[in-house]
């Protein structure tokens, strides 16, 4: 191709299936009628595409070189790595991720299944079901409806979200920031726990950790239930 773009009219969103082995992904959605593939594609002929607009990409050049492409609002984007980082920009539709040790960022999405092994994964706001894994990494969501979150040794930490959580971790800490009333259940074997709460939010708690003293600072009531335990990890709910 070149240094030449690659332009591939769509009808209105697109559903990209990305592949590379060590070389990151960039994606930005525009308001746009077309994807433009501006570097790190593979020849055209190995572009597939067709007229609903669903496009798969396979690894160039090796599988080291920058993927950069742009492509309208609201399309779906689905991302396949070993080690490059992926960075998507925009709003965007339904996302799912996988990388092996890669970093993972999204501005903000429809839904979204982000998984890495050793990675950190930092999300915008997903306005529906968002969904974090990493065993080392951090994994951080500043909005989000709903949230499953899993963690081994990394921070989980999740602000405004509107619906349910679920968290769970090894050692480390998790933090819920709570939007509204929500069930929020988190397990943990050592890391310490916060869930902030609205002050107009009576939860349900029911906390237990058999080394630590959980604390909870709400007034009790029915409006949703809170459930963390913890073998060793400090237990705060606190309002905010």
Not at 77 to 96: E, M
Not at 128 to 137: N, P
Request: charged share 25%.
């Amino acid at each position: 191709m070149g240094d030449e773009p690659i332009v591939i009219p769509v009808p209105g969103t697109a559903e990209l299936h990305l592949l590379t082995r060590s070389g990151a992904v960039e994606v930005r959605a525009e308001e746009r009628a077309d994807v433009v593939i501006e570097s790190g594609a593979p020849s055209e002929h190995r572009i597939e595409s067709d007229a609903t607009g669903r496009i798969k990409l396979p690894s160039a050049k090796g599988g080291s070189a920058k993927l950069v492409l742009r492509c309208p609002m609201g399309s779906d984007v689905v991302v396949g790595t070993i080690s490059g980082d992926v960075d998507l920009h925009g709003q965007l539709g339904a996302v799912r991720v996988t990388t092996v040790s890669g970093s993972i960022r999204v501005e903000r999405a429809e839904a979204l299944d982000a998984r890495s092994v050793a990675g950190h994964i930092e999300i915008d706001h997903c306005s529906g079901q968002c969904r974090l894994q990493t065993k080392s990494g951090r994994a951080v969501c500043n909005g989000a409806g709903s949230a499953q979150v899993s963690t081994i040794s990394g921070q989980i930490k999740l602000g405004e979200t509107a619906g349910t959580v679920r968290a769970q971790s090894a050692s480390g800490a998790v933090e819920v920031d709570m939007r509204s009333a929500g069930d929020v259940k988190v397990r943990t074997m050592s890391g310490p726990v916060r869930v902030a709460v609205p002050r107009d939010v009576r939860p349900s708690t029911s906390l237990h950790s058999l080394s630590g003293r959980p604390r909870s600072e709400c007034e009790e009531g029915n409006d949703c239930e809170i459930r963390v335990q913890s073998l060793s990890g400090r237990i705060e709910v606190l309002p905010s």
